[in-house]
């Protein structure tokens, strides 16, 4: 048991209570967060004279090639150390002696693992906006290959009102933007720096706070030692944009389960995407998109445990705050997971543009323009509902569409009906007469989709201020 603190203490610690104890089976996961860390504090440290030019040249140096030999798999991190804070410490005073002692001049491990877990989190805003930008893209290749595929748009999963494949996709579209908009106010908020803040309190030591901010990438150093090692309202919030994004992935996908239903029939996934059953031999089942949304549980799950590990928390540092490690990066991981399988099944999944247009055709999704067909020719609205609720009643029963209506039958029922009706509810025409900003008609769509283009082109981490090191 390699731990750093033996010297206030009589006896060897427990096993269970070691192993209880112990988080390096998880918190390796930033051993590069870690070691960078480590190195803007000693840079730091001999800027200020607080370790001399050659200590920190050897610490640097000798870190290095830990990271090196870490990432290249030779040497390995093992459960003989408490946590990554203790396998880095350790390693550098068994190569350096005396002088990898001094690392830990002027810092805790409070404030080290408030920094690690930022850096590591910081990184992974960044992933999962990159991961969103290319789901967006595969948005609106989808938007613009389809805005005259009609199909119906639903409500209460009725059949509501024409829409087109490039609308409902579009909708999709606005939430996915929102997610990345999420992430660009995070890392806003989440980039200033906690190192320095000591155990709570600061150190005696004159750190140059501003220092070690700039040289990890952030904005500044925080402002209070007890919030700085407290917070982690940041990852709370991050929990929170990846449950949204799941959220939305969940619904995204039970259209697609329902879409590739039987029934449906409106897409087909690609063979790459789906799996078969081991029994019945004809079955082509979603279970990609089942999954994702099965997963979606389990990211909402880590955002109620560490809002619950910390609704009870006194300042400052609390070991309940080790609990914010390893739901979290199973959170990250799972989110990362889903969109790059998700984006990969939209961009291969085939639209099946005639199920779709023939569903739109015999939904009755067209009443509402034959209602306003009789407004437009003077009937007042609430009798034009009436009249196109008798019509739909005798479609019913006939098993036909308004549009295979002759028009003695239409006059039959209103002699208002004239043979420009047929054109007034052709499915094309309910749809490319929404033209409101927002509304599915083709011209309307055009601009949107122009508009989401120009929102691709944007970048927000110059505007952030995202240097290259945060994407490590
Ligand atoms: N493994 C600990 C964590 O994840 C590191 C900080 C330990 N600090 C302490 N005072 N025991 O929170």
């Avoid at 933007?177 to 106010?185: C, E, G, M, P």
């Avoid at 999954?291 to 909402?300: A, D, M, N, S, W």
């Avoid at 209103?414 to 007469?433: L, W």
């Avoid at 929102?455 to 995202?466: F, I, Q, T």
Wanted: hydrophobic share 40%; charged share 25%; proline share 2%.
């Amino acid at each position: 048991m390699a731990q750093l603190w033996g010297g206030r203490f009589t006896k060897e610690t427990d096993k269970l209570v070691y192993n209880f104890n112990a988080s390096i089976s998880f918190d390796q996961k930033f051993y590069r967060q870690d070691i960078e860390g480590s190195m803007a504090h000693v840079r730091m440290l001999a800027r200020q004279g607080i370790l001399t030019e050659e200590e920190m040249e050897a610490i640097v140096k000798t870190l290095q090639e830990i990271l090196a030999e870490v990432e290249a798999g030779t040497l390995a991190i093992t459960d003989e150390y408490e946590d990554i804070h203790s396998f880095v410490e350790a390693n550098l005073i068994r190569r350096l002696g005396d002088t990898g002692k001094k690392l830990h001049t002027g810092r805790s491990r409070n404030d080290q693992v408030a920094l690690d877990m930022k850096l590591y989190t910081r990184q992974e805003v960044l992933a999962a906006d990159g991961l969103l930008k290319e789901l967006l893209q595969v948005l609106l290749r989808i938007m613009e290959e389809n805005t005259e595929t009609i199909m119906p748009g639903f409500t209460h999963l009725q059949k509501a009102q024409p829409i087109t494949l490039a609308h409902h996709m579009g909708a999709y579209f606005e939430m996915f933007k929102r997610d990345r908009l999420r992430l660009r106010d995070i890392y806003v908020r989440m980039n200033y720096c906690p190192l320095g803040s000591g155990a709570l309190a600061g150190t005696t030591y004159p750190l140059d706070r501003e220092y070690t901010a700039k040289l990890l990438g952030f904005y500044g150093p925080t402002l209070n030692s007890m919030d700085s090692v407290a917070d982690r309202d940041y990852l709370i919030e991050f929990l929170a944009a990846m449950s949204t994004i799941m959220m939305h992935l969940s619904r995204f996908c039970e259209e697609i389960i329902i879409w590739n239903s039987n029934e449906y029939q409106f897409v087909e996934m690609d063979d790459a995407y789906s799996t078969g059953s081991s029994i019945m031999p004809q079955k082509k089942n979603p279970d990609i998109a089942e999954l994702v949304r099965g997963k979606t549980g389990r990211v909402y799950g880590a955002l109620m445990s560490l809002l619950t590990t910390m609704k009870g928390l006194p300042l400052a540092y609390n070991k309940d705050m080790q609990e914010d490690k390893e739901l979290t990066f199973d959170a990250m991981d799972t989110v990362k997971g889903c969109l790059a399988l998700f984006t990969g099944m939209l961009d291969t999944m085939r639209f099946n543009k005639d199920r779709m247009r023939r569903s739109a055709n015999n939904g009755f999704t067209n009443a509402t323009d034959a209602a306003d067909y009789l407004v437009n020719h003077g009937v007042p609205f609430r009798d034009a509902h009436g009249i196109v609720g008798q019509i739909v009643l005798y479609c019913i029963e006939k098993n036909m569409a308004i549009d295979d209506m002759s028009l003695e039958e239409l006059k039959a029922i209103s002699p208002v009906f004239q043979e420009d009706v047929y054109e007034a509810i052709s499915m094309e025409t309910c749809v490319n007469k929404r033209l409101t900003i927002g509304a599915p008609g083709k011209e309307a769509m055009e601009r949107v989709i122009d508009l989401e283009k120009e929102y691709l082109k944007e970048d927000w981490r110059k505007e952030a201020g995202v240097s290259a090191d945060s994407e490590m």
